[in-house]
């Protein structure tokens, strides 16, 4: 067996990346800028910041508004996107996923959380899945976005295990990428993602003798 899974959390466990999307395209219309959900796609695993910048210049405008103006919209991105959490129930988690950490805690597989998420923890609460991770990596201590492998390290080092006997799941090509960076095994949950091990087409197909029979052909 793995010595851990470590999942991403939005889009994999709950489908928040919508919710970032919709606040995102508010705060960006406000000061001119379109975006569409495929470019929406491009955001996913990057930190609020960084996705701030991604979408100025994607709107032309790199620079244009000083470092403290760029913190006053991502907090204003981040109000609208925590209020619109108030939405999420226990009914919120994707097809599966609770079956699945039930299925790994009666295993006795330890079960880590790589989000860059600063609502991270609140998420978890309110879908109550708190008590269902091992551990979850801190985002408040990573100091770079996915792709770089920091927060899948990080989880695999709170929970004492090695990155190359554990495998990570994720929806976004930052996410991938990460994974594949510190040597675990990758499994994708989408399409169109490039490199993950295994591919899934949605959480409903991620179960346990999935993941087992994936990691006893691939170790
Ligand atoms: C990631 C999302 O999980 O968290 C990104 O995929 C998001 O879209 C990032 O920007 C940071 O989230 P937050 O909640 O701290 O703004
Ligand atoms: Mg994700």
Redesign the pocket.
């Known amino acids: 067996n793995p010595q851990a899974i470590i999942f ?4 994999v466990i709950t489908d ?2 919508h919710l ?1 999307f919709l606040a995102w395209r508010q705060v960006a219309g406000e000061i001119g800028i379109a975006i569409d959900e495929a470019f929406n796609d491009s ?6 910041g ?2 701030l910048q991604r979408i100025l210049r994607h709107g032309g405008k790199t620079g244009a508004f000083s470092p403290e103006a760029c913190a006053q919209l ?1 907090e204003r ?2 109000g609208l ?1 925590v209020h619109s959490l108030r939405q999420l129930t226990v009914n919120s988690v994707l097809p599966g996923i609770r079956e699945l950490l039930m299925t790994l805690w009666e295993e006795r597989i330890p079960v880590g959380l790589a ?6 923890p609140a998420i978890l609460q309110a879908l109550d899945l708190s008590a269902c991770f091992d551990f979850c990596a801190n ?1 408040a201590l990573i100091s770079r ?1 996915k792709p770089d492998p920091e927060i899948f390290l990080a989880a695999c080092s709170g929970l004492g295990v090695d990155p190359k006997q554990c495998i990570g799941i994720e929806d ?1 090509q930052a996410g991938i990428d990460a994974i594949n960076a510190c040597g675990m095994l990758s499994v994708g949950i989408g399409t169109g993602l490039n490199g993950a091990g295994l591919q899934l087409p949605a959480t409903e197909f991620l179960t346990w003798p999935c993941l087992s029979a994936f990691w006893q052909h691939d170790k």
């Not at 991403?8 to 889009?11: A, M, P, Q, S």
């Not at 955001?43 to 609020?48: A, N, P, V």
């Open positions: 991403d959390l939005d889009g928040t990346a970032h955001l996913k695993g990057i930190s609020r960084e996705s991502a991105k981040n996107y989000s860059v998420s600063l609502n991270a985002a976005s976004a």
